[in-house]
Nanobody
Framework: QVQLVESGGGLVQPGGSLRLSCAAS????????MGWYRQAPGKQRELVAV???????KYADSVKGRFTITRDNAKNTVYLQMNSLKPEDTAVYYC?????????WGQGTQVTVSS
């Protein structure tokens, strides 16, 4: 069984920064993709950023240049550094791990950008 534990969400003013972390534990073998998705009230869940086990990354257009995804393979941990936050970044952020044919999700962490 794989578990994902997220941390780092909270309330921040526009223009501020937050760093999300997600640690994966359990039976994880082989190449993995780790990433972050978000879901705002009344909207569908959307991809924010994803990183492969060799460090290739992909970002949503809305966060390019502001967010950076990194990972520590030794710790099975993925990070999302969020800078220049905007009110429209407000959402629940979910960590995702894709390995083999299996997709795992964290419980979600709330990010609120407001003055």
């Amino acid at each position: 069984q794989v578990q994902l534990v997220e941390s780092g969400g909270g309330l921040v003013q526009p223009g501020g920064s937050l760093r999300l972390s997600c640690a994966a534990s359990g039976s994880i073998f082989g190449s993995t993709h780790m990433g972050w998705y978000r879901q705002a009230p009344g909207k569908q869940r959307e991809l924010v950023a994803v990183i492969t086990s060799v460090g290739s990354t992909k970002y949503a257009d809305s966060v390019k240049g502001r967010f950076t995804i990194t990972r520590d393979n030794a710790k099975n941990t993925v990070y999302l550094q969020m800078n220049s936050l905007k009110p429209e970044d407000t959402a629940v952020y979910y960590c995702n791990l894709f390995v083999g044919v299996y997709n795992y999700w964290g419980q979600g962490t709330q990010v609120t950008v407001s003055s």
